[in-house]
T-cell receptor, first 115, second 107 residues
C-alpha cells in the first residue's frame, strides 16, 4: 500500500499549457511538501502546507500554485508552462512538530517535460 | 556559497570499506536530514537529527551543532549502497538541500 503517491509519473506537454500533478498520502501526516529537482539533480523546496499554513519559497513563480482539497492531498497546478519548468517534481509528507522536524516520506516523482 | 555544503561530491569505494560523507551548514538549524536517492530516482529519508547520533543498521549519522557539521557513515559498504546521499537542513521556515554526494560501491 503506497504511502505517498503521485500522478502522473510522466508528463509531456507544450509550452503555454496548464497542467496539474496530483499527490496523495495515506500516512495521516499533517504536512505536505512539493519539491523540484532540476537537471543537475539539485532539490529545492517549492511549498509546504499544513492545515494552518502555506509556506512558499519566494523563488517559485506565481504560475505555480498548490491546492489542497483535504489533509491527504496536495496538488500542484502550473499555468503557462515554460521550457525551464522541465524537471522532476516530488511530493512528500511528514508529521511535523515544527517546520521541517519530521521524517519525510517522498512520492515517486513526476517527470515533467515541456516542449 | 551554498548554505549547505557536502563533501565529497563523488566517492568511489570498494565493497566492505567504511565510508564517510560530510555536511557543513552556515545557519542555525532546527533539524538536519539525510536522504538517499536511488539510481532509479526514488528518495528515501535515512535520518532526521537535531542533536547527537543515530544508528540504523550499517548507517550512522552524527551532528555537532556547535561546529555546524554532520557526518553520515556507512560501515561494511555494499554495492546496493550506491546512490546519491543528500543532506538538508531546516530552519524556522526554510528547508535547504546540499548538492548531494554520489557514491559508487564496487565489488
Amino acid at each position: 500500500d503506497t504511502a505517498v503517491s503521485q500522478t502522473p509519473k510522466y508528463l509531456v506537454t507544450q509550452m503555454g499549457n496548464d497542467k496539474s500533478i496530483k499527490c496523495e498520502q495515506n500516512l495521516g501526516h499533517d504536512t505536505m511538501y512539493w519539491y523540484k529537482q532540476d537537471s543537475k539533480k539539485f532539490l529545492k523546496i517549492m511549498f509546504s502546507y499544513n492545515n494552518k499554513e502555506l509556506i512558499i519559497n519566494e523563488t517559485v513563480p506565481n504560475r505555480f500554485s498548490p491546492k489542497s482539497p483535504d489533509k491527504a492531498h496536495l496538488n500542484l497546478h502550473i499555468n503557462s508552462l515554460e521550457l525551464g519548468d522541465s524537471a522532476v517534481y516530488f511530493c512528500a509528507s511528514s508529521q511535523d512538530l515544527y517546520f521541517g522536524s519530521g521524517e519525510q516520506y517522498f512520492g515517486p516523482g513526476t517527470r515533467l517535460t515541456v516542449t | 556559497k551554498n548554505e549547505v555544503e557536502q563533501s565529497p561530491q563523488n566517492l568511489t569505494a570498494q565493497e566492505g570499506e567504511f565510508i564517510t560523507i560530510n555536511c557543513s551548514y552556515s545557519v542555525g538549524i532546527s533539524a538536519l536530514h539525510w536522504l538517499q536517492q536511488h539510481p532509479g530516482g526514488g528518495i528515501v529519508s535515512l535520518f532526521m537529527l537535531s542533536s547527537g547520533k543515530k544508528k540504523h543498521g550499517r548507517l550512522i549519522a552524527t551532528i555537532n551543532i556547535q561546529e555546524k557539521h554532520s557526518s553520515l557513515h556507512i560501515t561494511a559498504s555494499h554495492p546496493r549502497d550506491s546512490a546519491v546521499y543528500i543532506c538538508a537542513v531546516s530552519t524556522a521556515s526554510k528547508l535547504t538541500f546540499g548538492t548531494g554526494t554520489r557514491l559508487q560501491v564496487t565489488l
